[in-house]
């Protein structure tokens, strides 16, 4: 069974707003079961709307439309979809009896083209909208295709969705999908497939498909089944396959898990604290520790030491060091954790220096060349990066592989 | 002129990643004048794929394709798309010489697929990649339509767009468009939107537009000339005006100017040096000031001081106070800001404490609940913010306010 998404509204088109709804649709859609391949956002022009509708009422068993459902001459949706069905309009009493019972408790004015939010196609089942005053509603479409019309406002449209319309497409849709992420956070996308690719040529179900995240790559094993426990037994043996092939290299199999939230379970789980002492990253690996509600169990302080004075000041950083070998070297790097562990009392100290770019080059130290230093109970590792991308790139990446040195360093220790 | 844009990528149609690149482009598409009148994300399926793009040439003069670019075998935008237009592919020097280059200066391993990157179809203009390793490409279609190919990491599309792409759009398009960009930091988008509803309203050429963003608003005035001076004395009068509405709530008038950028200028003109004691944000603030190049120039060292302890230790904090009104007030921002000037002998102290939340609300404290203090030379200012949002958006929000307030305080000097 395949849906696709038609989201109507010119100010997605120009830009003004991220279309979130699309996400959220296919997020769910994919949950169900249902594959969704195409998503199409077009303007409030009825001849460019009905073109879209008709080529999805070819092409895909359930159309699913967000927006366009409001009372201004725009809003123009409902009966596009109702004409492309062949059906007419007609009121339904009981969205007139929720409309006039709005505008007199809101004593807001009701005009004209209020009433036609009342009026729905012929064959339909009517979603009476808990959130805005725009019914939704399943149009039965003669060749057994669902139509489903959905309000714009994400405040309307998801409550609508996710009580009214997910029961009726579960009894839509044979079967059920199980899926699971394994994310992996020391290695890239091309290395990850070529690692794979026996995996995926020979893929049916489960398949298995990789995605390239920021310092990162996810890998989604997913299983189409009668029932949810045939799915879940299908997905099994693939897991444990990528298992063995990754190991620790997987820093977690859980949806909605994150490598810094790990990092605090991790840290928490060995009652240890964590400082670290910040140079290019500027208090961004400290600050996306923070994104882990909790993190204050693991964390009192850390050190945002930019310039040499201030390494020197609150790590210890010997000027020597500085002056012979420099600010980005492996031996700052490691004073620099070091230091930070001592100077706050935590049992992992963290350090980084690099060149982020686009100036400060030199002839042996170029944009992009980091080095960083975890320190566990005195225990030191540095090690040397040469990173790819602009400024911003290069300190979001940092912080990615520090955190994942810090967390191989809790593995092994 | 019309251009249609098509994201390609089973990641977005899964819902796994919110489609950021569809708003970009289309904003920056409008800005040039050229109209949207479709986009499409399609999965990575070659047949659904090649169907969209022959709709597209079907329909529209410019086609956009962000996505499957990579090194990976459901990588086929390009495969695609060249067939579409009737071309092979060939291999381009200057983007193997880049890819070699790339991996020899990683060490990453270069494996046979990340080869395919280097190869282009016959007649189209490489679009090198300065972030990535996937290079863009126009394509120049026989009849005269541009099938324009980006990769889809937002940090390698939107550099690549702006610097190489926007140009070439320019010159496609009759006329010239001139747009200018007014940056507001201390406002919401309806307050914006209120204060200019007349401006909206009676709109031709120039025109205005809104644009919510993270903690700012941005107004785009545009307009549609034969010449470019013509087109900027149409936009003149409409900039003088909102200036006039909105006097020092502009934090800029410039594309590629940042909050973060103002404020390290701002600070450097004053030959000023500022440190940062931060609580919620843990680092984020710093970190954001870390984004300028050359904010060395006005930063020295900032604290993380995340518990109670860490902000008596560096900051001075009285205990007294946190024990009384708690570490989450307006004394202890105070206490902070000041604190974090004097020990890093700053000219700027600022101090961020918060509740981020979800958790650790009490009876009067909710979360999204900010203090922020800002001391400019022992003159300290302290400000209380209730903010929406989860955790990472109270913080992020925060990182704007105390940026906001910060440069506020140097104007008024």
Redesign the interface.
């Known amino acids: 069974m395949t849906a696709e998404i038609i989201c109507v509204g010119t100010e ?9 709804n ?9 949950a169900l079961g249902i594959s ?8 409030d ?1 009825p001849e ?1 709307l009905e073109q ?1 509708v008709h080529q999805g009422l070819e092409r895909s068993d359930i159309l699913i439309l967000s927006g366009g459902l409001g009372p201004t001459k725009d809003d123009l949706t409902k009966e596009i979809a109702a004409r492309a069905c062949g059906q007419k309009l007609k009121e339904d009493k009981e969205a007139m009896r929720r409309l006039k019972e709005y505008f007199s408790s809101t004593r807001l004015p009701m005009t004209e083209n209020n009433l036609k939010q009342a009026m729905v196609p012929e064959n339909c089942t009517v979603l009476y909208n808990e959130n805005g005053t725009a019914p939704g509603m399943v149009i039965h479409e003669e060749r057994g295709k669902e139509v489903i019309l959905l309000p714009g406002p994400p405040s309307e449209l998801i409550p609508m969705f996710h009580h009214q319309v997910e029961p009726i497409l579960q009894k839509l849709r044979p079967g059920v999908l199980f899926s699971k992420v394994i994310k992996i956070d020391c290695m ?4 990850v ?2 690692e794979i ?1 026996d995996l ?1 040529e020979k893929q049916s179900n489960p398949t298995v ?4 995240k ?1 310092g990162e790559v ?1 890998l ?1 094993v997913t299983a189409n089944a009668d029932t949810m426990e045939e799915a879940k037994e299908l997905v099994k043996p693939m897991v444990m396959e990528l298992r063995r092939r990754f190991g620790n290299k997987i820093y977690t199999e859980e949806e909605d898990i994150t490598l810094e939230e790990v990092l605090v379970e991790s840290l928490a789980e060995k009652k240890y604290t964590i400082a ?1 002492a ?1 140079s ?8 996306r ?3 882990v ?4 169990d693991v ?9 040499n ?2 390494k020197m ?2 790590l210890g950083v010997k000027e020597e060091t500085l002056n012979t070998v420099g600010a980005v070297s492996e031996e700052t790097a490691v004073q620099m954790a070091e230091g930070a562990a001592k100077a ?1 009392d935590a049992d992992v100290g963290v350090g980084i220096t690099g060149l ?4 400060g080059a030199t002839e042996d130290k ?1 944009p992009g060349l980091v080095y960083i230093g975890v320190c566990v109970h005195g225990k030191t590792k540095v090690k040397k990066y ?8 290069v ?1 979001q990446v940092t912080v990615s592989r520090a955190m994942t040195m810090v967390r191989l360093a809790l593995c092994e220790e």
């Open positions: 997605i088109l120009l830009g003004n707003i991220v279309n979130t699309a996400a959220y649709l296919s997020e769910r859609l994919a969704v391949f195409f998503e199409t956002t077009v303007g022009n460019r879209v890239g996308e091309s290395s497939e070529t690719l995926i498909a990789p995605y390239a920021l996810h989604r670290a910040e290019c990253t500027g208090g961004m690996f400290t600050g520790l923070v994104n509600p909790g993190a204050s964390l009192n302080e850390s050190f945002i030491t930019y310039s004075e201030a000041k609150y706050a982020a770019g686009p100036g170029k040469q990173l790819k991308g602009d400024r911003q790139k300190r």
